[in-house]
């Protein structure tokens, strides 16, 4: 059983920094892409930044130059750095991956998502 873990969220003021964690826990022979998403209240999950496993980045417009996503393997976790943040930066942030296992072939899981809240 592979389960994501994020961490990392919580109040800021427009304008801080925040680092979001996502730990994959579980039988896993490799992560193949790893992504952040958010939502906020009232509207559609949407992608922020991606990972694929050559090193490939990709990000929302939104939060181009603002947002770095990383990942340490030898932890099986993807961090989120959020810098200059705005109140629209607000929402729930769910980490999503695609994991081998024992099963072939890679599946996609989800974290249980953490709140982000940026105070204008």
């Known amino acids: 059983q592979v389960q994501l873990v994020e961490s990392g969220g919580g109040l800021v003021q427009a304008g801080g920094s925040l680092r979001l964690s996502c730990t994959a826990s579980?039988?896993?022979?490799?992560?193949?892409?790893m992504g952040w998403y958010r939502q906020a209240q009232g509207k559609q999950r949407e992608m922020v930044a991606a990972?694929?496993?050559?090193?490939?980045?990709d990000y929302a417009h939104s939060v181009k130059g603002r947002f770095i996503i990383s990942m340490d393997n030898a932890k099986n976790t993807s961090y989120l750095q959020m810098n200059s943040l705005k109140s629209e930066d607000t929402g729930v942030y769910y980490c999503?991956?695609?994991?081998?296992?024992?099963?072939?072939?890679?599946?996609?899981?989800w974290g249980q998502g953490t709140q982000v809240t940026v105070s204008s």
């Open positions: 999503n991956a695609e994991i081998e296992t024992v099963v072939p072939g890679g599946l996609y899981y």
């Open positions: 579980g039988i896993i022979f490799s992560i193949n892409h």
């Open positions: 990972l694929s496993s050559d090193g490939n980045t």
